[in-house]
């Protein structure tokens, strides 16, 4: 395990050299908007996967469009006083831990701020005690999820969002772990649905396959200016051209940038 995280170190070096800024496109005169990203190395290795790949493309992103983006594994960078600076936080592969870290979370949120979750980053279930994360979330707590990974036929519910300009009505996903939350995040009147897995997909799995129920994957809180997104488990995630239009408008969308 160590020698994984010291080849993960040497790969990301380049991208993230000393923690600093990776985009250098911008001038002193015209600062561009920062992203925050952070992401967790004491977890599951398709977690672990998925990090490396999304730092890699935030980091090229990043160049691409005009914003700033740096990253960090410690989570005691989620104070106050450091959020002030980003217009934008990922969580990548984890969550806050501590009560001061989801405290400052929580403020940085109801006064603005932009975040934008992965997968496993929105885990909860009847042992989590962060009350206010699960109806910022939507309401409902993990009930299962498909296994193995596999790639999903999704349904864009709404074409005309900024998030998913320029999708097809459908379109196949990657090889992903797909959770369903109960109740579904579509039965809160704050929670607006973007995509959702199609029900022809059923049974989705084999090991241990969903059969049935309603499965959003991308959705936004429309009390805040956030989005989470399923996709998250494993090295596949940013292989389908599509969904990373999807993603690249996301980050736009959150950057006021769409």
Same mark, same amino acid.
């Given at each position: 395990?160590?020698? !994984? ?60 469009? @005009? ?18 600076? !980003? ?6 592969? @984890? ?14 949120? %109801?006064?603005?701020?932009? =975040?934008? +979750?992965?997968?496993?980053?929105? *885990? ?7 009350? =206010?994360?699960?109806?910022? $979330?939507? @309401? +409902? ?37 797909? *959770? ?10 704050? $929670? ?9 997909? *059923?049974?989705? +799995? $084999? ?5 049935? @129920? ?17 996709? +998250?488990?494993? %090295? ?23």
């Amino acid at each position: 395990m160590k020698k !994984y995280f010291l080849l993960l170190a040497l790969c990301l070096a380049p991208f993230f050299p000393g923690n600093r800024a990776l985009s250098q496109t911008a001038t002193a005169a015209a600062a561009p908007p920062k992203v925050l990203v952070f992401f967790s190395l004491n977890v599951e290795a398709d977690h672990m996967l998925f990090a490396t790949d999304a730092l890699k493309f935030f980091a090229e992103l990043a160049d691409k469009d @005009g914003f700033r983006v740096e990253a960090t594994s410690n989570w005691q960078d989620l104070n106050e006083a450091n959020l002030k600076q !980003y217009k934008l936080i990922m969580w990548l592969n @984890g969550a806050p831990g501590s009560a001061a870290q989801k405290e400052a979370f929580q403020k940085y949120m %109801d006064n603005g701020g932009a =975040w934008l +979750g992965f997968h496993v980053a929105a *885990y909860n279930d009847s042992h989590s005690r962060w009350p =206010w994360f699960l109806t910022f $979330i939507g @309401g +409902g707590v993990f009930d299962v999820n498909s296994w193995p990974p596999i790639p999903a036929k999704l349904i864009v519910d709404d074409p005309d969002s900024p998030v998913t300009k320029g999708l097809p009505k459908t379109f196949v996903s990657p090889t992903n772990e797909w *959770y369903r939350w109960k109740p579904s995040p579509r039965l809160n009147k704050d $929670i607006h649905v973007l995509m959702t897995i199609d029900p022809s997909n *059923y049974p989705l +799995g $084999i090991k241990a396959p969903v059969t049935s @129920g309603d499965i959003p994957v991308v959705w936004t809180n429309t009390n805040y200016k956030m989005l989470y997104m399923n996709m +998250g488990h494993g %090295d596949k995630v940013f292989a389908s051209p599509v969904q990373n239009m999807m993603i690249e408008n996301s980050v736009l969308w959150l950057l006021d940038k769409h």
